[in-house]
């Protein structure tokens, strides 16, 4: 592919990229893994994040983050995975990454504590967003404190390490708790729906029946580490077409009748309409 042809297909992609606010499809890319950073970028996923944590080992740290700086000179644009606040190589991640054109922002791995935000969010200037990555018990219990921290964009789910510290399995039950603080603690601090950790497996059933899952508990995005896994989430975390066709019915007749609050569930049913009105205006989806 030349140059020019790829440009073009990146500033298209770009165009139509879904917002971090609203963004369902969060997609972890190895940063020792270049070649699969335009893949991504010019894929189905909302977002991506160039992962400089988890997926590297120790000693191949500095070869990662010469990669996605290599990859930001060359005009890519994503957000970072950094290493934890009690790691040199967090000190290391955030010198390499301040001011860097393309960095949409930072997501900060195993966030226990409100200061790991906001000495994250000052470290990088001030205006670099920053998502806590709460992936413990600790992190879950301090989740209301750590959504309000300055600097804090969005909350997000380590599902896998949460299991690890805890010992729950991997269901919707055990996992309604941790789901269910996130979300009060997002609502609390004025923040969007936060993001579900990963779905590993590669069945596209298990993944829908998981993204199900996090949307009724009233979580709005989800991680993934596969490069078809974002069209499954992007579908199952929107408004579907009959979804809607109720709202916009619904609001009109609403809207026709003095917008009178009849009984009690009118206005459960009124907050939700108004809601799949927004995403279904976000992402593009006409009623059926």
């Known amino acids: 592919m030349s140059e020019a042809t790829h440009a073009e297909r990146r500033t298209a992609r770009e165009s139509r990229r879904v ?3 609203d963004a369902r499809s969060w997609q972890l890319v190895n940063a020792l893994r270049p070649d699969d950073f ?3 970028e010019l894929g189905r996923a909302d977002q991506i994040i160039l992962d400089l944590e988890d ?3 120790e000693s191949r740290k500095d070869e990662a983050r010469r990669n996605v700086l290599d990859w930001f000179a060359g005009g890519g644009r994503a957000w970072v995975r950094i290493n934890d606040v009690t790691t040199t190589d967090w000190e290391r991640d955030l010198v390499a990454l301040t001011g860097v054109d ?5 997501i900060l791995a195993k966030t226990e504590a409100p200061a790991q935000v906001t000495d994250t969010f000052h470290r990088l200037g001030g205006h670099t967003a920053v998502i806590p990555l709460i992936e413990s018990a600790l992190g879950i219990e301090e989740a209301v404190a750590i959504g309000r921290a300055p600097g804090a964009y969005r909350l997000a789910f380590g599902s896998g390490d949460y299991r690890r510290d805890t010992g729950a399995e991997s269901n919707a039950l ?3 708790y941790p789901r269910t603080k996130l979300v009060l603690a997002s ?3 004025g923040l969007p729906g936060p993001i579900d950790g990963p779905t590993p497996y590669g069945v596209h059933a298990v993944l829908r ?4 899952d996090a949307v009724a508990m009233g979580m709005t995005g989800k991680l993934c580490l596969d490069l078809e896994h974002p069209a499954v989430i992007n579908e199952s975390m929107s408004p579907s077409p009959s979804d809607v066709a109720w709202a916009l019915e619904f609001l009109a007749e609403f809207e026709a009748g003095g917008r009178v609050i009849r009984d009690g569930s009118d206005k459960p049913r009124l907050g939700r ?3 799949i009105r927004e995403r279904s205006q976000v992402f593009g989806i006409e009623p059926a």
């Open 187 to 189: 609502r609390i601090g």
């Open 55 to 57: 997926a590297v080992d």
């Open 209 to 212: 029946e998981a993204a199900a």
């Open 38 to 40: 335009d893949p991504a």
């Open 273 to 275: 309409a108004e809601k």
């Open 174 to 176: 055990a996992m309604a």
């Open 102 to 106: 393309g960095v949409r922002g930072v």
């Open 19 to 21: 917002g971090g606010h």
